[in-house]
């Protein structure tokens, strides 16, 4: 059967699961944690609570982070997650998060995805609150029209990068080898050394021939470490030369 790539964003989580996946990847929430949640699909689903469900805590922490860790962002996972989400405030918040990180020109397709009028971030009340505030600053001229306030930027909502990259080994991984599709396979296959070439490609959401490459990387990395413990002692050196065979190291005399 031939090799087909699932869809990047998968079904939202149940509350308390999504709340789990959120504090994984850095944002400060009372729950346990899920150092294995997928980084794109959380900041999706995470804005689907902030801009269908009104949740402006939630959307105000997910800004922050953005923020924060943008640069440690898959965009091209990202693109994928919301050109496939079917709400048009999720994604005209995505637009306006392109146009504030303009400068970061791998988010710029976002802002593509959205091809309408402005969009108020409140249900009601946001025309008279910009007037007497203001506009937040980040989202200025998009396709997001925010009061200055309504959004609270308070960097201690979320998780520094080194503390992230010990919670998280996909976003460590991205630290190492850039926020790439080779960190999210080098990922998977870290969790699943034996999972196959279509697997890995799968669950990192990317092609086969990608995966495949990374695959092999992987595993003649871990060759190389199994014939460097064969080669070597208990104590972790190498072992000492076998009794009756002349030390290649000593001249005879």
């Given at each position: 059967m031939a090799f087909s790539r699932a869809t990047a964003l998968g079904d939202r989580p149940e509350d308390a699961g999504l709340t789990r996946?959120?504090?994984?990847i850095g944002m400060r929430f009372a729950a346990e944690s899920n150092p294995r949640a997928s980084i794109e699909e959380t900041l999706v689903h995470a804005s689907t609570l902030g801009m269908e469900e009104h949740d402006l805590r939630v959307l105000a922490v997910l800004t922050t982070w953005l923020g924060i860790h943008h640069g440690n962002v898959n965009?091209?996972?990202?693109?994928?997650?919301?050109?496939?989400?079917?709400?048009?405030?999720?994604?005209?918040?995505?637009?306006?998060?392109?146009?504030w990180l303009a400068k970061d020109r791998r988010f710029a397709r976002l802002g593509k995805l959205h091809d309408g009028s402005a969009i108020d971030l409140?249900?009601?009340?946001?025309?008279?609150?910009?007037?007497?505030?203001?506009?937040?600053?980040?989202?200025?001229?998009?396709?997001?029209?925010?009061?200055?306030?309504?959004?609270?930027?308070?960097?201690?909502?979320?998780?520094?990068?080194?503390?992230?990259?010990?919670?998280?080994?996909?976003?460590?991984?991205?630290?190492?080898?850039?926020?790439t599709w080779r960190a999210d396979v080098w990922t998977v296959l870290e969790e699943q050394p034996n999972a196959s070439v279509a697997e890995a490609a799968r669950?990192?959401?990317?092609?086969?021939?990608?995966?495949?490459?990374?695959?092999?990387?992987?595993?003649?990395?871990?060759?190389a470490a199994r014939d460097s413990e064969s080669s070597a002692g208990p104590s972790g050196t190498p072992e000492p030369p076998v009794p009756g065979r002349a030390d290649p190291g000593r001249r005879r005399s």
């Open positions: 996946d959120m504090v994984g965009a091209d996972r990202l693109v994928r997650c919301v050109s496939e989400h079917a709400s048009e405030r999720v994604r005209a918040y995505w637009a306006a998060v392109g146009s409140l249900p009601v009340g946001t025309e008279f609150q910009i007037g007497r505030r203001g506009e937040d600053e980040r989202f200025t001229g998009s396709a997001l029209r925010v009061p200055a306030g309504t959004l609270r930027e308070r960097e201690g909502d979320v998780l520094p990068p080194e503390a992230l990259v010990n919670r998280h080994a996909g976003y460590r991984n991205r630290v190492q080898m850039g926020p669950r990192a959401g990317c092609s086969f021939a990608t995966a495949w490459q990374v695959a092999q990387d992987f595993r003649l990395l871990r060759r």
